[in-house]
Nanobody
Framework: VQLQASGGGLVQAGGSLRLSCAASGRTSSISAMGWFRQAPGKERELVGRILRGGINTYYADSVKGRFNISRDKSRNTAFLQMNNLQPEDTAVYYC????????????WGQGTLVTVSS
């Protein structure tokens, strides 16, 4: 499975961005799609994930109520809608895939930079 993330950029505080993650290859083996981020000097953290059915989602407390994950199964694409962005959301965002029977995310996209100015 290959993942291609896109949609990052520069936005002012309070603004919105939508990230996309297109999956190709053996997409039928994907059980969940996740979004992670890594800010300068910090460890990578899970932002949220969505299960294959497209309904069951999880969000980190820091983004709950502001970010929304969705999935277009017909296009094998996952989205991360980010609203009311704040400077602390500045990070490189990565999409990842977890496979059926696995507990960890094993396939990773290349990362897309999100910068939020105050």
């Amino acid at each position: 499975v290959q993942l291609q993330a896109s949609g990052g950029g520069l936005v002012q505080a309070g603004g919105s961005l939508r990230l996309s993650c297109a999956a190709s290859g053996r997409t039928s083996s994907i059980s969940a799609m996740g979004w992670f981020r890594q800010a300068p000097g910090k460890e990578r953290e899970l932002v949220g994930r969505i299960l294959r059915g497209g309904i069951n989602t999880y969000y980190a407390d820091s983004v709950k109520g502001r970010f929304n994950i969705s999935r277009d199964k017909s296009r094998n694409t996952a989205f991360l809608q980010m609203n009311n962005l704040q400077p602390e959301d500045t990070a490189v965002y990565y999409c990842a895939a977890r496979f059926v029977g696995a507990t960890d995310f094993a396939a990773w996209g290349q990362g897309t930079l999100v910068t939020v100015s105050s």
